[in-house]
């Protein structure tokens, strides 16, 4: 059984009025446990669409979407509240962290939120921001920004880490370290890894890429050799 199953999904805005949207069309494919898969495609593609009905944050107009066993496309709002807090980590594009708390709270806030949570102090040593753990978020660099907002969706040890343009805000050598981090987790510790991306130039270091467009799979690909992210330029 794979780790995640899609079939026949469809999200559709506006449902039978002149601006109905299909942002996510008849969506199929399976993700095997432990795959860092990309999600490429242009802008308006349906690419956040799609992460959000796997992230348990929007829900599907038809079809079905199992992860882990459970189908999710069943639950109702307080199973998929209750999914979301417990299996998904989310990685937002522009961080989406709270100003008001120093690094090392932000962390902190998403660990008391679940019961398996990992140590705030390994997961800041990991993203390698000890020495910054007491700073506001307005105080750090975009990517130390990140690299929080990275810490604060991984001390929760989710199963499945869902990340939306994460480097999208950041300079080219920034975004190659965070991209080099997430590869590596997903690798090291066999877990999910998602990653929604614009960038074609990426794909090598999946191992799984699926391409969107037109709210459809236009291409689904298994990438036995991914490449290591030190070795992509673009
Ligand atoms: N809440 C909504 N109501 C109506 N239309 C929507 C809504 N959310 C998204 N859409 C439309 O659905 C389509 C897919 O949007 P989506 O955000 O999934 O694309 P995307 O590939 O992530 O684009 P981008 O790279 O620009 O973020 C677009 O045409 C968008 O305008």
Redesign the pocket.
Known sequence: MSYIHLQNVSKI??SGQSNE?K?NDNINFDLQAGELTIIV?E???????LLDILGGMDTVTSGEVIINNEKISNYNHHQLTTFRRNSIGFVFQFYNLLPNLTARENVELAAELVPQALSVTDVLAKVGLSERQDNFPGELSGGEQQRVAIARAIVKNPALLLCDEPTGALDYHTGKKILKFLQDFCHSKNKNVII?T?NQMIKPMADHILEISDGKIKHDEINSHPTPVEEIEW
Do not use: E, L, Q
């Not at 802008?43 to 669409?49: N, P, V």
């Open positions: 805005y506006n949207i942002a495609g802008s308006g593609a349906g690419k956040s669409t929604v614009h």
